[in-house]
C-alpha cells in the first residue's frame, strides 16, 4: 500500500479472518471474492466490484475480521479509516444513524449464525456519542401517521388575515396548514412540515393545501364575498424543484373557474439563491396572472442584491423589524423599506403585529398590509366566512 492507493493482484488475500479492524476500501479498480468457512468448509458469500465498499462493516463496530477477501483480479483500493466513518455517522441525521445501527445489529447477528459465535457489541455510534435514540423512531413513526392522515384527508388548512391598514378591510389571507394528532394533539407546524420538507411528503401535501385553498375560495364566492379575497401559498425548495408547479396551480384554478390573481405565491428569502429556478417561477406566475411575494424579508439569507434581479410584487417584511418599532431605529429602517418597497412598485406586508401601536407605526410609515395576532389568529373556514 502507497500513497492513497492500495494495489493487489490476483490471488492477493486483501482481508484474512481474524485480522485487525485496521481499515476498509472503496474498489476503484478490479474484482473481489467475498468467503468464510461454515462448519470448517470455504463458502464463497458474493463478488464486490468497482464502486464497492469492502470490509466497512468491520471497521465499523471495530470488531476482527471474520470473513476473507480475496482479489479476483488486479485491484486499485482507496483505503478508508474509523474516523473517516466516525466523523460522517457523528453528523448523520438521527433517522440514518438509526438504520445504520439497525443494519449492523443484523450483520452481527448473520455473522453469528454464520460461524457459530455469540454475536458482537457494536461501540462505533457510542464513540462519536450517536447513540441509539428511540426519539429517531419516534420520527419514523411520526412520518408515518403524517402519510396517513394525509390520506384520509385530515391536515387542516387555516386562514391568516391580511389586512388593508388604510382601509381596515381583509384584503386576503395566508393558507397555513394544521395537523391534530389523534393522540398527540396538535403537532407543532414547525415539526411536521420540517419532517415532510425532508422527504417527498411535503409535495402531496403542497397539492392538498392548495385544492383546499381553491375549493375555500369557490365557497367565499359562493357566499356573496366581494371582492373575492386572494390566499397566499407558501412554496418548499421541493415544489420549486417540479416544473409543473405553475401549471398545477393554473389547473386547480380552472377546474373551479377562478381567476388567478386570487392565488398569490410566497417565496422565503432562503430560496432566492437559487436564482435560476425562483425567476422561472416568477416568469411563469406572472405570465399567468400570479402574484409572487418574497416572504420573511430581512432574516439574513439574502442581500438587496435578488430585489434587483428578480420581479416580486410583494416583499413580506420579517416579525423582528416589527418587533423593532417601539426604538427610533427600528421605525427609521422599516421608514427606509417602506420607501424600498414603494419604490419597486412592491406592496409590502408585516408580519408579526400584535400590538395597535405596531399598526399605527406602520401606516404612518405607508405600509399597505398588516399580518398578525391583532388582524386576526389563524382562522376554519367557517370563522373566516363568519368574521
Not at 105 to 129: H, K, M, N, Q, W
Not at 263 to 284: C, F, N, Y
Amino acid at each position: 500500500m502507497s500513497g492513497h492507493r492500495a494495489e493487489f493482484r490476483a490471488g492477493n488475500v486483501i482481508f484474512a479472518e481474524n485480522d485487525p479492524p485496521t481499515t476498509a476500501f472503496l474498489i476503484e479498480k478490479g474484482d473481489v471474492e467475498v468467503s468464510t468457512l461454515q462448519r470448517g468448509e470455504p463458502t464463497i458469500l458474493g463478488h464486490l466490484g468497482p464502486g464497492m465498499l469492502l470490509g466497512e462493516m468491520a471497521v465499523i463496530d471495530n470488531s476482527s475480521r471474520v470473513l476473507r477477501r480475496r482479489a479476483l483480479t488486479d485491484c486499485t483500493l482507496t483505503p478508508i479509516d474509523r474516523r473517516q466513518f466516525a466523523e460522517r455517522l457523528a453528523a448523520a441525521d438521527p433517522v440514518v444513524r438509526a438504520l445504520m445501527m439497525s443494519q449492523l445489529t443484523r450483520y452481527r447477528s448473520a455473522l453469528a449464525t454464520l460461524t457459530g459465535d455469540e454475536p458482537a457489541a457494536i461501540p462505533l455510534l457510542e464513540d462519536v456519542g450517536a447513540r441509539h435514540d428511540a426519539g429517531a423512531f419516534d420520527k419514523i413513526r411520526l412520518e408515518s401517521e403524517l402519510r396517513a392522515a394525509l390520506d384520509r384527508g385530515e391536515l387542516e388548512v387555516r386562514l391568516q388575515p391580511i389586512e388593508e391598514i388604510i382601509s381596515g378591510h381583509i384584503a386576503g389571507y395566508e393558507a397555513l396548514v394544521r395537523w391534530h394528532h389523534p393522540e398527540r394533539g396538535w403537532v407543532s407546524p414547525a415539526e411536521f412540515i420540517r419532517l415532510a420538507e425532508e422527504t417527498s411528503l411535503i409535495l402531496p401535501i403542497g397539492s392538498y393545501v392548495l385544492a383546499r385553498a381553491c375549493d375555500m375560495l369557490v365557497e367565499f364566492r359562493r357566499r356573496g364575498v366581494k371582492p373575492l379575497p386572494f390566499i397566499a401559498l407558501n412554496i418548499s425548495a421541493r415544489q420549486l424543484d417540479d416544473p409543473h408547479l405553475v401549471e398545477r396551480m393554473l389547473a386547480e384554478l380552472r377546474k373551479r373557474s377562478l381567476s388567478p390573481d386570487r392565488l398569490k405565491v410566497e417565496i422565503t428569502e432562503s430560496l432566492v439563491l437559487d436564482h435560476g429556478r425562483v425567476a422561472d417561477v416568477l416568469a411563469r406566475c406572472h405570465a399567468a396572472g400570479m402574484d409572487v411575494a418574497l416572504d420573511d424579508f430581512g432574516t439574513g439569507y439574502s442581500n438587496l442584491g435578488p430585489l434587483l434581479t428578480l420581479d416580486f410584487d410583494q416583499i413580506k417584511l420579517d416579525r423582528s423589524f416589527v418587533t423593532a418599532l417601539d426604538r427610533p431605529r427600528g421605525v427609521a429602517l422599516v421608514g427606509v423599506i417602506v420607501a424600498m418597497a414603494r419604490a419597486l412598485d412592491c406592496n409590502l406586508v408585516a408580519e408579526g403585529v400584535e400590538k395597535r401601536e405596531q399598526r399605527e407605526v406602520l401606516h404612518r410609515l405607508g405600509c399597505r398590509y398588516a399580518q398578525g395576532w391583532l388582524v386576526g389568529k389563524p382562522l376554519t373556514l367557517t370563522e373566516a366566512l363568519n368574521a
